[in-house]
């Protein structure tokens, strides 16, 4: 394939997207919902405009990273720390209610399962799936209404991180007990002693940060060396620690959140983020997406599937906000923010495919849960936020 057909490829997501982004606007909907559709209309399913190669994916996955850093850089350091015992009571709760909610619907499709037989960790694993957090898609929503720093969005922002790691630890018990070749136990060592290594270098790399800042303030070298960290976490998250990239990506935003030039180096992100690797991102979504399998049953399981996963994050996780004082209102908002899937349950998904615990026929019911809750994540969050304002301030 000529390289420089790429170009033609990224030139149409980008017309694309931003058009149907701005229509979008225009129906009061987020933007990202109208570049994930316009990804699925360009996408092979519709019109066969753009295929998804290995180059978008980086791209897109580029694309995440950056959104995630941003949004650790415009949090509220000390919110998080608030928020942080209810974020992990809530996302207890997102791994838990999903999983026993994704185990029970295939066995109510293909029948129940002695434990520990083949067809019982294929019906643990759909639940496993449905533990995936993908809070990106929540991320810009709320960035769009300006919602990101609050209360809420804090504790959505807080509560989803931790699910992603508890939701690796699940799959790597899952796996381990089908497959004694892996090691469990090794999983959850390495994820604890990469949240060890992020305090303590994360320190000192902001002492460096502070002192260059009170030098050099407002300078591009700033947000430039910042970018690097980024990409260095995330780099060092997945390769030492086995742990999501853009939870380093996360964790570099939490480094420098609390520098007196966060504002302007999330400005510059998100320069980059909004012209090219954004748009990217969320068009791939739509761009994955390949319904030419479907047939009746899939199609039946599939709906089974999206209603589950929406249902058991907004159950799982508003029921325990609620229990954690949050306003019922408000508490309906985290369920929801929680309810997105995206990268993390393609991750998952593919892993279920490696090791023999998910039929690919399957893949198609993962991709419907992560078109509609991308789509329907957004505009119920700004409906909610709109008819019913939440209260602020950190208990």
């Not at 019906?123 to 929503?141: H, Y």
């Not at 060890?196 to 303030?217: E, H, M, Q, T, W």
């Not at 369920?335 to 490696?354: D, H, P, S």
Request: with cysteine.
């Amino acid at each position: 394939m000529e390289s420089y057909l790429v170009f033609k490829d990224l030139a149409i997501i980008v017309i694309f997207a931003k058009l149907f982004g701005i229509v979008a606007r225009k129906l009061k909907a987020p933007q990202v919902v109208g570049e994930i559709i316009a990804g699925l209309l360009i996408g092979p399913s519709v019109l066969g405009f753009v295929n998804l190669t290995d180059f978008i994916s980086q791209m897109a996955e580029i694309g995440v990273i950056l959104l995630m850093f941003s949004a650790g850089l415009e949090t509220n350091l000390h919110d998080l720390i608030k928020t942080g015992f209810k974020a992990t009571l809530i996302a207890c709760a997102g791994v838990f209610v999903p999983l026993v909610g994704g185990t029970v619907l295939y066995s109510m499709f293909y029948g129940w399962s002695a434990v520990g037989t083949t067809d019982f960790f294929k019906a643990l694993f759909i639940g496993v799936i449905l533990t995936a957090t993908s809070v990106s898609i929540t991320v810009q929503a709320l960035r769009e209404m300006g919602k990101l720093k609050g209360l809420i969005g804090t504790t959505i922002l807080s509560a989803a991180i931790i699910d992603d790691v508890i939701g690796i630890i699940v799959l790597t018990v899952v796996i381990g007990l089908k497959d004694a070749s892996s090691n469990a136990g090794s999983v959850i060592l390495s994820t604890a002693l990469f949240f060890v290594f992020a305090i303590g270098v994360g320190f000192v790399i902001y002492k460096i940060f502070k002192v260059l800042d009170s030098r050099y303030p407002h300078t591009r070298r700033i947000p430039i060396m910042g970018l690097a960290l980024c990409l260095a976490m995330a780099y060092v998250a997945e390769k030492y620690f086995g742990i999501a990239d853009i939870t380093g990506a996360y964790v570099a935003g939490i480094i420098l959140c609390n520098l007196r030039d966060s504002e302007y180096i999330s400005e510059k992100m998100d320069i980059n983020s909004y012209m090219l690797f954004g748009p990217i991102f969320f068009a791939s979504i739509g761009l994955k997406t390949d319904i030419s399998d479907l047939n009746a049953s899939v199609l039946l399981f599939s709906l089974g599937f999206v209603l589950v996963g929406l249902a058991c994050k907004i159950i799982g996780c508003g029921l325990v906000a609620k229990c954690c004082k949050f306003s019922w209102a408000d508490s309906l908002k985290i369920g929801v923010g929680m309810m997105t899937r995206g990268e993390v349950a393609l991750i998952v998904a593919q892993k279920g495919l490696a090791v023999g615990l998910l039929s690919p026929v399957y893949f198609t019911s993962v991709i419907l849960l992560i078109i509609t809750s991308s789509i329907l994540t957004p505009i119920v969050l700004k409906v909610l936020y709109a008819k019913m304002p939440p209260k602020e301030e950190i208990a």
